[in-house]
């Protein structure tokens, strides 16, 4: 897959304003024309990479934050709040979302903050009641749900664990003993009946509920391993993020030494190999690497390193009331993991009917654009007997055109008939669905006493 063309012009500016300078002054220490340095700033010339290291090595900057400063998070967190019911009828695409950002940085980022503050009901809810949840996803959509500094050094944790012994669990075991005096210890259920896992520093335990199968254990070992030794890469990405609420802090530190985690678990390169040999076929990749469905899943959203990248999955996890619980987009700017509502035509709805099993689905959107679906229950860890009977539903998703490597896309014709779905009743212009239980935002209803059609919701432009 080619790299994506880098269009920062409201980050150079930025940086030149910072420096003092004028276009004329930059363009000269750059080594480029005025007319030139305009044209990168009003995001009419993509960055490229000899003008990136130039910068670089100019100015005291980090050059990921070009990429991470996008004005609302980007063009797919700016399409993610568009597509709020409430601006339903005003069909903004992505040419005009994408011209907004390149010509009125600015006012999307005004834009992005005044929904987040007020929300679309209008009522003032940042100050008053800080969201920790929405903060840290908008700061995961920065990144596109890599982080590589982090997976980088992951890897290479992974790397020496695996030459000291094929066991990786045992071997995270031994490196918190030995390097951290850190012991781990399996307790039985009546002892630890509410938790899961608990770091006891006074007995110098990782203390672990025995109700964990194998692979939640690797992982709540790596996850404290991460912890401590990634413990300042982690810091780094908490402190630039700049929440304004400690739960987010706290929220999003737990994002990162999980994110790390999973890495120990699946290392980049490896795990991208073994996802390019077996068609992504997730439950290969399950066993392969000791790992748990959503694992994999989780970890599909994050294969962005540049120079070997894979393909842009997006995830969501919902729960039988179409809650959302979990959604990553990674770079697939999937507006099926942008959108708060879902479709009921979509099978990730259908797969609690079927547990354990994946769900196929080709499915297109209002936009026409059309997306390769898996989804599968799963169970939250701990569960017991006589217990509230948890259950979830992973979707996994990508774009159609990218789907025919797949091997779950055996057999399916990605160009042919696709499920036709929206992004729930509220949102959705399309007309007489027999599934509708609510009108969009922003039609008038037709009414006829007369007539009756499919759907008992009849609107204008229908």
């Known amino acids: 897959m080619a ?38 700033e009003k995001n009419q010339r993509p960055l490229s990479a000899a003008l990136l290291v130039k910068l670089a090595e100019s100015y005291d900057f980090d050059p990921r934050t070009l990429a991470a400063g996008e004005p609302g998070g980007g063009e797919a967190a700016i399409r993610r709040r568009l597509a709020d019911p409430i601006f339903a009828d005003l069909e903004i695409d992505r040419n005009e979302i994408e011209e907004w950002l390149a010509g009125a940085p600015g006012g999307a980022e005004a834009f992005a903050r005044a929904y987040d503050r007020f929300g679309a009901g209008g009522e003032a809810i940042g100050a008053a009641a800080p969201d920790p949840v929405s903060e840290t996803r ?44 850190l012991a781990i210890r399996v307790l039985p259920v009546d002892v630890m009946p509410d938790m899961l896992r608990r770091l006891d520093l006074h007995a110098r335990q990782l203390q672990l509920s025995e109700t964990l199968d194998t692979a939640s254990r690797t992982f709540a070992a790596a996850f404290q391993l991460g912890q401590i030794e990634a413990r300042a890469e982690i810091e ?55 790992a748990g469905f959503e694992q994999v899943a989780h970890r599909l959203t994050t294969l962005q390193r540049v120079g070997a990248r894979g393909l842009p999955f997006f995830m969501v996890r919902i729960d039988r009331a179409g809650q959302a619980s979990k959604r990553f987009s990674g770079a697939s700017a999937a507006p099926l993991a942008e959108a708060d509502a879902r479709c009921p035509l979509w099978r990730l709805h259908q797969a609690f009917d079927n547990p354990g099993q994946l769900m196929i689905q080709l499915v297109e959107l209002e936009d026409s654009s059309r997306w390769l679906t898996i989804a599968r229950t799963v169970t939250p860890q701990g569960r017991r007997y006589g217990a509230v009977p948890a259950e979830f539903a992973v979707g996994l998703g990508v774009a159609a055109e990218l789907a025919g490597s797949l091997v779950v896309a055996r057999g399916i014709d990605l160009k042919g008939e696709a499920t036709p779905i929206g992004l729930g009743c509220r949102a959705c212009l399309r007309g007489n669905c027999p599934q509708r239980s609510l009108p969009p935002v922003g039609r008038a209803l037709v009414l006829n006493d007369r007539e009756r059609g499919l759907s008992p919701f009849i609107f204008a432009g229908d």
């Not at 700049?242 to 678990?265: G, P």
């Open 3 to 40: 790299d994506r063309k880098l269009f920062a012009g409201h980050s150079v500016r930025r940086l030149r304003r910072q420096a003092g300078l004028t276009q004329a002054a930059m363009a000269e220490a750059l080594a480029i024309s005025p007319s030139y340095l305009n044209l990168v």
């Open 138 to 181: 908008r700061e995961t959509e920065r990144w596109r749900g890599y982080y590589g500094d982090l997976d980088a050094q992951a890897e290479a944790i992974a790397d020496e664990l695996r030459l000291g012994a094929g066991d990786l669990y045992g071997a995270i075991a031994e490196r918190l003993r030995v390097k951290h005096q």
């Open 236 to 290: 780094a990405l908490v402190k630039g993020a700049a929440f304004s609420d400690r739960a987010a802090d706290r929220l999003f530190r737990r994002h990162l030494a999980s994110y790390f985690a999973a890495a120990v678990m699946m290392p980049y390169a490896r795990f991208l190999r073994a996802c390019e040999a077996t068609g992504y076929d997730i439950e290969l990749l399950q066993r392969r690497f000791g």
